[in-house]
């Protein structure tokens, strides 16, 4: 006879949740929401909920309010802003997230969204796949070595750190900036710590890795862009609203950002109004060879979706069992 009620998003990658069925154990009842795939939790049918496990189910203070027995809400993965962690504090209910389990993956995405840009590999694969009957290498931007250049890091976090381990081995000077880690950091790990401004003027290249806040929405954005190093490249591969699409497009038009790559956005997918993506799509000249945008897949390998899903289920379980929740988000 099942002990606990247990809630999960649907639209899941495996219909028959049989990791999270296993990790909840054979004692809890998993049943499945009914709101379509990135909609709102319907709060009514989960009010007897004892916890939820989210994918992309958005949960906002009305569907929070209406929990009467929820003793915590976990995230299937890092971000947590589908949640109103605050809602949630309010009514005593932990939301956990799932910090650690793509790493690797979204460290490695982001240097090869960099290698990509570097390399110029979008225009010669362009060149080559149209013909290209002269074994040519297309006139494009000048491209240059990473060896010696400097790396921006926005946000030292467990990727970030990653990401900026990768980039010391490809023999590229790394600076950050992030006012929550403690001093000493930068010097255990070779780094150099600035300030936002300051990492803006001195970078080759700058890559985004903060969590999706009030502090940090449309962090990078026109005034950003404007005191970015003139030929630099960008990449995002935190969260779309970190970034301000326009104000990327402005900077890409008028060379001050060399090439961009991308694999969150704002929208997901991206609306066709969107100006960047309906002229990247088109194959408009100016943008020609310097976007690269991927859907939001950083995080994926057959490896860490499992961590992802074993965790979640781990966290959930623990916390019906009466131990404290790991990785709270709003404490």
């Given at each position: 006879m099942a002990?606990?009620?247990?809630?999960i998003s649907p639209g899941h990658m495996d219909p028959a949740y049989e990791i999270e069925r296993a990790g909840l154990g054979p004692?809890?009842?998993?049943?499945?929401?009914?709101?379509?795939?990135?909609?709102?939790?319907?709060?009514?049918?989960a009010r007897e909920a004892d916890a939820i496990i989210t994918w992309r189910t958005h949960i906002n203070e009305a569907a929070i309010d209406q929990l009467e027995r929820c003793r915590v809400i976990v995230r299937m993965g890092v971000g947590y802003d589908i949640v109103d962690v605050d809602a949630a504090k309010r009514r005593?209910?932990?939301?956990?997230?799932?910090?650690?389990?793509?790493?690797?993956?979204v460290a490695d995405h982001t240097m090869a969204l960099l290698l990509a840009l570097s390399r110029g590999l979008m225009g010669y694969d362009e060149a080559v796949r149209s013909g290209n009957e002269a074994w040519k290498r297309p006139d494009a931007r000048p491209l240059y070595r990473l060896t010696g250049q400097t790396l921006g890091i926005v946000g030292l976090g467990r990727i970030g750190t990653a990401v900026a381990l990768r980039a010391k081995a490809f023999g590229m000077r790394v600076v950050f900036h992030?006012?929550?880690?403690?001093?000493?950091?930068?010097r255990a790990l070779g780094l150099t710590r600035a300030s936002l401004d300051e990492l803006l003027a001195a970078s080759d290249a700058v890559t985004l890795h903060t969590p999706l806040t009030d502090e940090t929405r449309d962090l990078a954005g026109s005034d950003f862009f404007a005191k970015i190093k003139p030929g630099a490249l960008v990449v995002n591969t935190s969260r779309g609203g970190v970034m301000d699409v326009g104000a990327l497009?402005?900077?890409?038009?008028?060379g001050r950002v060399a090439a961009a790559g991308l694999d969150v956005l704002p929208t997901e997918p991206p609306g066709p109004e969107l100006g960047l993506i309906k002229a990247w799509r088109a194959g408009e000249a100016w943008v020609r060879g310097r976007l690269v945008l991927t859907p939001h897949a950083a995080f994926y390998s057959e490896?860490?979706?499992?961590?992802?899903?074993?965790?979640?289920?781990?966290t959930a379980r623990a916390v019906l069992d009466g131990r404290p929740p790991r990785n709270r988000v709003n404490p």
């Open positions: 002990t606990h009620l247990v809630y004692d809890i009842e998993l049943r499945v929401m009914s709101n379509p795939d990135g909609g709102d939790m319907d709060g009514a049918e005593g209910i932990p939301v956990c997230n799932v910090p650690d389990y793509c790493t690797n993956e992030d006012p929550y880690i403690p001093d000493g950091m930068d497009e402005a900077a890409l038009r008028d490896e860490s979706e499992r961590d992802m899903r074993v965790q979640a289920a781990a």
